[in-house]
């Protein structure tokens, strides 16, 4: 956001700036017309984003993406139920943000953003809270794009997972000096991890990438719903 804010002050300079801003928004004008396309064209069966413009569109993942994000849903998934805190989505909920659309691993809304929601929604609003899991595609939209445009339109935390060094990297958004994520830091095998935007929800990170002990915490988190 601070790159943001300098590159502003530096576009105010421009003697041009008039015949720059009409450019802009001729373009932006040309890339909606493509996004309301996106929208029609997109299916349930279809793994893509609109990102800047463009349609990406995912090849299958790993195994091992497949069960770090199965084991982190199933264990936000039914906390969330049992605590009657809202609603999740897993792989295939599609954000709409200003100006693109993603697809995030794992997404949570608290109750009054999901009050809104019916069986026929499928844009969502930004989440409270957003997962992704790092593969080698994907890295460096994680890290930058959807990083830099989660924080702008105000999701609380952001989650990066590295499946293959098993880490889990913590961000709260932070308004002061300027509203961008804060590392809170990089969790591992070992640590437990809080998270802010979900009340309560506290787990081992080791439940994240073992299967059995994510059974475990699930044994544990149905009995304390009874």
């Known amino acids: ?3 943001a804010a300098k590159l502003l002050d530096q576009l105010m300079e421009a003697p041009n700036l008039p015949l720059l801003a009409e450019q802009v928004n001729a373009r932006l004008l040309e890339e909606k017309k493509r996004r309301q396309a996106f929208w029609e064209w997109v299916t349930p069966g279809i793994k893509a984003e609109f990102i800047n413009g463009e349609i990406k569109l995912h090849s299958p993942v790993t195994r091992g993406h497949l069960r770090v994000s199965a084991n982190l849903f199933k264990l936000l998934d039914i906390y ?4 009657d805190l809202g609603e999740t989505s897993y792989d295939k909920g599609m954000i709409s943000l200003t100006r693109n659309d993603y697809e995030p691993d794992i997404c949570f809304w608290n109750k009054e953003k999901s009050a809104h929601f ?3 929604t499928m844009l969502h609003p930004a989440p409270d809270f957003v997962v992704e899991v790092l593969s080698k595609k994907t890295a460096k939209t994680d890290r930058t794009t959807k990083y830099q445009d989660y924080a702008a ?3 609380d935390e952001y989650w990066i997972i590295d499946p293959k060094n098993q880490i889990v990297e913590q961000y709260w958004l932070q308004t002061i000096p300027v509203q961008e994520y804060a590392l809170v830091a990089k969790w591992r095998i070992g640590d437990q991890i809080d998270a802010r935007a979900v009340p309560g929800f506290s787990i081992p990170v080791a ?3 073992d299967k059995a002990i994510c059974a475990e915490v699930l044994k544990a988190l149905f009995s304390s719903g009874k």
Do not use: S, Y
């Not at 969330?80 to 605590?83: A, L, N, T």
């Open 207 to 209: 439940a994240i990438f």
């Open 80 to 83: 969330i139920v049992i605590k």
């Open 1 to 3: 956001m601070k790159n």
């Open 153 to 155: 339109h105000g999701i």
């Open 118 to 120: 019916t069986d026929e």
